[in-house]
């Protein structure tokens, strides 16, 4: 199986897509301040699968796999601090915030059964 074709690296390629989408439309100073920082964080979920995915050792694998879930919450809190400055709408943040904990999830469930490898 190639890493493109595990559910939660699909669905945190759709969130990046979603969440990059909307930070392009700030202005100068929240895109410098908080979407840079909400990008690279959401970005890291799905590039931080790949690379776990492409390790040759199931403990190199799991580690990539805990940054991935751990760039995962960190998303979670840029998300709620563009809400609290009114840069989303607080739907949108339940939104994305309830997908990225299916996402976390659906990580949980990959590590388990890497663990199992060990």
Not at 27 to 44: E, Y
Request: glycine share 4%; charged share 25%.
């Amino acid at each position: 199986m190639e890493f493109q074709d595990i559910l939660s690296y699909k669905k945190a390629e759709e969130v990046a897509e979603d969440i990059w989408s909307i930070v392009l439309t700030w202005s100068w100073f929240p895109k410098k301040a908080i979407g840079m920082q909400l990008v690279t964080s959401v970005d890291s979920i799905s590039a931080n699968m790949a690379e776990g995915h492409g390790r040759f050792f199931y403990k190199e694998k799991l580690r990539f796999y805990f940054y991935a879930r751990a760039s995962a919450q960190e998303t979670i809190c840029w998300l709620k601090k563009s809400a609290k400055r009114k840069l989303i709408r607080q739907s949108q943040c339940n939104s994305l915030v309830g997908e990225l904990e299916s996402i976390c999830k659906l990580i949980n469930t990959l590590i388990k059964s890497t663990k199992h490898r060990l």
